[in-house]
């Protein structure tokens, strides 16, 4: 269904603490990795991952100028496919056919040849 509807998860997605609330510790790191905190958080990061996992998450969520709305993990994203049999753009499957090219049974008669 996203697919479908061709939903962008970074518009409705945020990093939050109901998100790495769900993560262990080494989920967190991975995570951190992948979306750029731990080098947005710089020398802060080793500080904050040798605490307690709720204060690992409270420095994971306090870096300034770092773009929680729309930073989605690769967790959270949905792979896309091609639609095999349906297109969201009539004009792209030949939608402008003729009738006598469509097979439908109203076409015009086909006129005499010529003696």
């Given amino acids: 269904m996203l ?9 409705h997605f945020t990093l939050n603490d109901e998100y790495l609330n769900l993560l262990t510790v080494s989920e967190l790191e991975s995570l951190a990795e992948e ?16 605490g307690k996992r709720s204060d690992f998450i409270l420095a994971l969520l306090a870096v300034e100028g770092f773009a929680y709305r729309g930073t989605v993990p690769k967790a959270m994203r949905y792979p896309r496919r091609k ?18 090219e469509t097979g439908d049974a109203r076409r015009e008669p086909e006129a005499a040849p010529a003696a």
């Fill in 35 to 50: 979306v750029g905190l731990k080098k947005a958080m710089g020398e802060r990061y080793a500080k904050a991952k040798a």
């Fill in 3 to 11: 697919n479908y509807l061709e939903v962008d998860e970074a518009r």
């Fill in 83 to 100: 639609f095999k049999y349906a297109s969201r753009t009539p004009a792209a499957e030949g939608a402008t056919q003729s009738l006598g």
